[in-house]
């Protein structure tokens, strides 16, 4: 595992100010202590940019079903791909972006969850999950793989705590 970034925390309980530009980024294994270091990641971003509990657990579940993705349908468990995970806070948001190495999505082929026929399915609600908890959610097809930018705003630009 290698952690790039600029982190701007300055002491232990010391969060980041609406003016402050952070940044962090994770390149892990493709397995699921990877996804669980993600998710982890995602709640303390949350509490830093100064999110409200509930917010923070719908940004990590956000962030885990992505990783999820990432992992499992992306790279399919490869220890030779790596995912990666960047953590960004802006004055205006927290936007976190996972990508994979595996051979990419189209996301015009995923089923409906709320579709008759799929009501009943075990699986298949990450991607809806994501959009619900999240205000923006872009796809990017990489060469290979695919990265999701998951964008949550701090509207208003809520001060850190």
Do not use: C
């Amino acid at each position: 595992m290698s952690i790039k970034g600029d982190r701007t925390q300055r002491d232990e309980g010391q969060f980041l100010a609406d003016s402050t530009r952070s940044r962090l980024s994770l390149t892990l294994d493709s397995s699921l202590d990877s996804v669980n270091k993600v998710e982890l990641t995602a709640e303390e971003w949350g509490a830093r940019a100064g999110f409200d509990e509930d917010t923070i657990s719908h940004i990590a579940m956000a962030v885990r079903e992505a990783a999820v993705n990432a992992v499992m349908h992306g790279n399919a468990y490869n220890k030779g791909k790596y995912i990666t995970a960047s953590f960004e806070t802006t004055a205006d948001s927290l936007i976190i972006r996972i990508a994979d190495q595996g051979p990419g999505l189209n996301i015009e082929t995923i089923p409906d969850p709320l579709a008759p026929e799929n009501i009943l399915r075990g699986s298949g609600r990450g991607i809806f999950l994501i959009r619900a908890f999240m205000d923006e959610v872009n796809f990017r097809q990489l060469h290979p793989g695919t990265e999701l930018t998951l964008i949550k705003h701090r509207t208003p630009a809520q001060p850190g705590i």
